[in-house]
C-alpha cells in the first residue's frame, strides 16, 4: 500500500470511528412506537406498584392492629380466668361450709 492509500484508509477510519461514537439520532417509527408503548407500560407499572406498596403498609398495619388487640385480648382472658378460679375457690369453701353446717 502507498502512502496515499494508508492515508485514505486511515481517514476512512477515523470517520467510521467518529460516527460510531457521535452515536445516531434517528430512530426508525417502529421503534420509536415501541418505546412509546414500552414507557406507557412501565408508568402503568409504577402506579400498580405505588398502589401495592400502599396496600402493604395498610395490611401491615392492620395486622400489628390486631396483634396488639389479641395481646389486650389475651391480658383479658388471664383476668377472667383468674376471677373464676377465685369464684370456684368461695363456691367450694361456701359448699364446704354448708356442709359442716348441716352435720352439726
Known amino acids: 500500500m ?3 492509500e494508508r492515508r485514505a ?4 477510519a477515523l470517520v467510521g470511528l467518529l460516527v460510531g461514537l457521535g452515536g445516531c439520532d ?5 421503534l420509536q412506537e415501541r418505546i412509546g408503548q414500552l414507557e ?12 401495592m406498596q400502599a ?6 398495619k392492620a395486622a400489628e392492629d390486631c396483634g396488639a388487640e389479641k395481646a389486650q ?10 376471677q373464676v378460679d377465685q369464684l370456684t375457690a368461695t363456691q367450694e369453701e361456701e359448699k364446704a361450709k ?6 352439726k
Open 73 to 82: 385480648l389475651e391480658q383479658a382472658a388471664g383476668g377472667l380466668k383468674e
Open 98 to 103: 354448708s356442709k359442716k353446717g348441716k352435720k
Open 26 to 30: 434517528w430512530w426508525p417509527p417502529t
Open 55 to 60: 396496600k402493604v403498609v395498610e395490611m401491615t
Open 2 to 4: 502507498t502512502g496515499n
Open 40 to 51: 406507557a407500560q412501565i408508568k402503568t407499572l409504577n402506579e400498580e406498584k405505588a398502589t
Open 9 to 12: 484508509v486511515g481517514a476512512i
